[in-house]
């Protein structure tokens, strides 16, 4: 009788301790549990007031604000606001006839957003409500109020009246979630005609893809000045330039040649997404921008959006062990940069005063006369890729002095041409500019 006892207490042993070994190895292999996010106040889909954010994520809020007060420059960019036109005169010439050639002035912080546009001097009667579409966190929800087509084609003073916060936390997350989103009715359109679903994408190209709601090239599309991305046949400068001639668009005649000209924007995106070495390795424009800091042991994403180079332990310190080595390889890339686009410049300017010259001559040959007029198109679209672009060429090093190459070499096509048109080999003369104004060039 003991020996059963005995046999059936050892099988209930061995069968507690299997059952108590499988629950061990079920609990082992469950995902780690997290602590759900409990927020302190409910913010409604597309709160346009960042403030009240702010309540749930006082940690990013108190570095959003920052970007209202940060105007530490560095050599080429920062947020100062300062003068492109009095830091290189050569734009007022390369932008005669526009309003970038009377005011262009560097970005600011993103609490600027708002106070900078409606300050420019490129203002007018005519400013349609497309300008607002990068300046505020009012527009998600306006969109969707208004429809885009709406909101464009109202003037920018009337809808200035509906816009009261300068760009925040619904221009790029979405309430409850909190996860990144395309706001921007022409970004989904962008992508959409590229066979691109962003709600595929993964939080880490979300990290890049959310910033090209505004941080890219665009233009205004009809009398409806429809806000669109010239992206459907790819994206890079020779895709877009060839999209725009396939529309015959332009965005204003320069005076005394009547060359149809273009104006780039700021195309970070498609700059850095051009296969670039930071961007070929998964870094993502927020891994930089906005590195993740800590207050006691929170670790948060600051919202104080600016150049890496102002805290570069944060930010490149992140991959690379030798900040002080990385620095001075961004030096290296953007004075060499720097120096090309000045030569690219004085190119352009070359070929601006040979065509001006040979639109007088009364025997020019129209079809030379318009190949130039193409060819200086051509040119300053590339130049301006780079030159209105953020980063001196360091998003893409190899890129911007690519793009730079083909802009100095289709400048010079212009300036030759021109002179073929006016039959002068004077107006081949290089170098015109000279400080403010250009040297007078030899009658042909």
């Given at each position: 009788?003991?020996?059963?006892?005995?046999?059936?207490?050892?099988?209930?042993?061995?069968?507690?301790?299997?059952?108590?070994?499988?629950?061990?190895?079920?609990?082992?292999?469950?995902?780690?549990?997290?602590?759900?996010?409990?927020?302190?106040?409910?913010?409604?889909?597309?709160?346009?007031?960042?403030?009240?954010?702010?309540?749930?994520?006082?940690?990013?809020?108190?570095?959003?604000?920052?970007?209202?007060?940060?105007?530490?420059?560095?050599?080429?960019?920062?947020?100062?606001?300062?003068s492109n036109l009095e830091r290189d005169p050569r734009q007022v010439i390369l932008f005669a006839g526009y309003g970038f050639g009377r005011d262009y002035n560097d970005e600011r912080g993103h609490m600027n957003s708002l106070i900078d546009v409606r300050a420019t001097k490129r203002v007018n009667e005519?400013?349609?409500?497309?300008?607002?579409?990068?300046?505020?966190?009012?527009?998600?929800?306006?969109?969707?109020?208004?429809?885009?087509?709406?909101?464009?084609?109202?003037?920018?003073?009337?809808?200035?009246?509906?816009?009261?916060?300068?760009?925040?936390?619904?221009?790029?997350?979405?309430?409850?979630?909190?996860?990144?989103?395309?706001?921007?009715?022409?970004?989904?359109?962008?992508?959409?005609?590229?066979?691109?679903?962003?709600?595929?994408?993964?939080?880490?190209?979300?990290?890049?893809?959310?910033?090209?709601?505004?941080?890219?090239?665009?233009?205004?599309?009809?009398?409806?000045?429809?806000?669109?991305?010239?992206?459907?046949?790819?994206?890079?400068?020779?895709?877009?330039?060839?999209?725009?001639?396939?529309?015959?668009?332009?965005?204003?005649?320069?005076?005394?040649?009547?060359?149809?000209?273009?104006?780039?924007?700021?195309?970070?995106?498609?700059?850095?997404?051009?296969?670039?070495?930071?961007?070929?390795?998964?870094?993502?424009?927020?891994?930089?921008?906005?590195?993740?800091?800590?207050?006691?042991?929170?670790?948060?994403?600051?919202?104080?959006?600016?150049?890496?180079?102002?805290?570069?332990?944060?930010?490149?310190?992140?991959?690379?062990?030798?900040?002080?080595?990385?620095?001075?390889?961004?030096?290296?890339?953007?004075?060499?940069?720097?120096?090309?686009?000045?030569?690219?410049?004085?190119?352009?300017?070359?070929?601006?005063?040979?065509?001006?010259?040979?639109?007088?001559?009364?025997?020019?040959?129209?079809?030379?006369?318009?190949?130039?007029?193409?060819?200086?198109?051509?040119?300053?679209?590339?130049?301006?890729?780079?030159?209105?672009?953020n980063s001196m060429g360091f998003h893409n090093p190899e890129e911007a002095l690519r793009i730079l190459a083909d802009a100095i070499n289709l400048a010079r096509q212009a300036q030759m041409k021109a002179a073929q048109a006016a039959h002068a080999p004077s107006l081949l003369n290089i170098g015109v500019?000279?400080?403010?104004?250009?040297?007078?060039?030899?009658?042909?």
């Amino acid at each position: 009788m003991k020996k059963h006892t005995t046999l059936i207490l050892v099988g209930i042993i061995v069968v507690l301790a299997a059952g108590l070994i499988g629950v061990l190895i079920y609990l082992k292999n469950q995902p780690p549990q997290t602590r759900g996010f409990q927020p302190l106040v409910e913010i409604a889909a597309q709160e346009p007031d960042s403030s009240k954010w702010g309540v749930n994520f006082p940690n990013e809020y108190a570095t959003l604000l920052l970007t209202a007060t940060n105007k530490t420059d560095t050599t080429y960019g920062g947020s100062s606001g300062f003068s492109n036109l009095e830091r290189d005169p050569r734009q007022v010439i390369l932008f005669a006839g526009y309003g970038f050639g009377r005011d262009y002035n560097d970005e600011r912080g993103h609490m600027n957003s708002l106070i900078d546009v409606r300050a420019t001097k490129r203002v007018n009667e005519q400013t349609p409500g497309t300008c607002y579409s990068c300046k505020s966190a009012d527009n998600p929800s306006l969109w969707n109020e208004m429809g885009m087509v709406e909101y464009d084609r109202m003037p920018f003073s009337e809808l200035g009246k509906r816009i009261e916060q300068p760009n925040g936390c619904a221009n790029c997350h979405e309430t409850g979630t909190m996860r990144l989103i395309v706001t921007n009715p022409a970004l989904e359109e962008a992508l959409v005609a590229q066979g691109k679903d962003w709600r595929t994408f993964s939080r880490q190209e979300m990290r890049t893809v959310v910033c090209a709601n505004c941080h890219v090239e665009y233009y205004f599309a009809g009398e409806g000045k429809y806000l669109t991305f010239p992206w459907a046949d790819g994206t890079r400068i020779e895709n877009i330039i060839a999209y725009y001639d396939a529309l015959s668009f332009s965005d204003w005649k320069y005076p005394d040649t009547d060359t149809a000209m273009l104006k780039a924007q700021h195309p970070e995106y498609e700059f850095y997404t051009a296969a670039s070495t930071h961007y070929n390795a998964g870094v993502s424009c927020a891994d930089c921008h906005m590195p993740y800091v800590r207050d006691g042991a929170m670790k948060f994403s600051s919202h104080d959006v600016k150049s890496p180079l102002l805290e570069p332990e944060l930010a490149c310190g992140q991959c690379h062990t030798d900040v002080d080595y990385a620095i001075g390889r961004v030096k290296t890339i953007q004075d060499e940069i720097y120096k090309t686009k000045l030569a690219t410049e004085d190119a352009i300017i070359d070929a601006i005063t040979a065509i001006q010259a040979a639109v007088k001559v009364s025997d020019v040959d129209p079809v030379l006369l318009e190949e130039a007029r193409t060819l200086h198109r051509h040119a300053q679209m590339r130049w301006d890729f780079i030159s209105a672009e953020n980063s001196m060429g360091f998003h893409n090093p190899e890129e911007a002095l690519r793009i730079l190459a083909d802009a100095i070499n289709l400048a010079r096509q212009a300036q030759m041409k021109a002179a073929q048109a006016a039959h002068a080999p004077s107006l081949l003369n290089i170098g015109v500019y000279d400080g403010m104004h250009p040297k007078p060039v030899p009658a042909p």
